[in-house]
């Protein structure tokens, strides 16, 4: 039986209607970088060295 990695489950804020969560790492398929769209804007996630997000447009 192989053990499988378990991932803490993020602390999201109780005092807000739920809304969805997405791993960082399946947005960038694995790499370092997203490309997000929103009325016709693309943005670009990007995962630093550090571990950080950052979102530009």
Do not use: C, F, N, W
């Not at 990695?5 to 790492?25: C, I, N, R």
């Amino acid at each position: 039986m192989q053990d499988t990695p378990t991932h803490p489950s993020p602390t999201l804020p109780q005092d807000h209607p739920p809304a969805p969560a997405h791993e960082a790492m399946a947005l960038t398929k694995g790499g370092q970088v997203a490309h997000i769209v929103l009325d016709g804007q693309v943005y670009t996630l990007r995962i630093t060295r550090a571990g950080k997000l950052i979102l530009t447009k």
